[in-house]
């Protein structure tokens, strides 16, 4: 095939990186740990509660409504109060310790190293591009084994723009020194990864792997399986 593409630019969190996964499980050591048992029904409830206020929180995140420090405190504190417990040194230690546990972990998603490692034979230049936060996205990468394929990790906090924001995609193309049709934005946030690439003039990989139906328009390219990215690349 063509290489029409010289750069990707990859979400890391849920694309490469299983976050799901890596994020329950250190959920589940934290419970273990705290003994947070004597206080919700299982772990369920715990991770529930946590997921739900969890993913509110990052949305108003995104829209600049809430600071980091307070999704961090917060996400734990609402599922401690909703069991009566209102303990702010604990909820600090919990926040601490959560970022700190789950960037050791690492779960990858499924063919995300086979990959990487075809995409690196076939001379692509490979790049993070990522809302997650500084202090773990650098030891998530190194952890994981993932950071030998990438040239340059641009994060949003960095910038000072999160994906969906232009912003962000510009300042990726001036970084690389690269015109807009040789790069290629690889994510699972149609929002975030999809839209803000498109809305920049970037070619859009949509990694799908839930097959979710809702979408505004049809990206370049659709895959549910990060494997079938050899047929496209
Ligand atoms: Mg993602």
Partial sequence: MA???????????????????????????????????????????????????????????????????????????????????????????????????CAMQKALMPHANEILEYLKENRYHMHILSNGFEEVQYLKLKNSGLDKYFEHIILSEKVGALKPDRRIFDYAITSLNARKKEVIMIGD??????????????????YNPKEQPAISFNPTHMVSSLSEIKSIL
């Fill in 3 to 101: 290489a029409k593409y010289k750069h990707i630019l990859f979400d890391l969190d849920n694309t490469l990186w299983d976050f799901e996964t890596n994020s329950e499980k250190t959920l589940r050591e934290m419970f273990v740990k705290y003994e947070l048992d004597k206080a919700f029904d299982s772990f369920v409830h715990f991770h529930n509660l946590y997921v739900f206020r969890n993913t509110q929180l990052w949305y108003s995140y995104h829209n600049k409504q809430i600071n980091k420090k307070f999704l961090n405190f917060e996400r734990f504190n609402y599922p401690l109060q909703q069991v009566g417990i209102d303990n702010p040194e604990l909820v600090k230690t919990l926040s601490f310790d959560y970022l700190q546990v």
């Fill in 189 to 206: 946030n149609f929002e975030a990864d999809i839209e803000g690439a498109k809305n920049a003039g970037i070619d859009q990989l949509y």
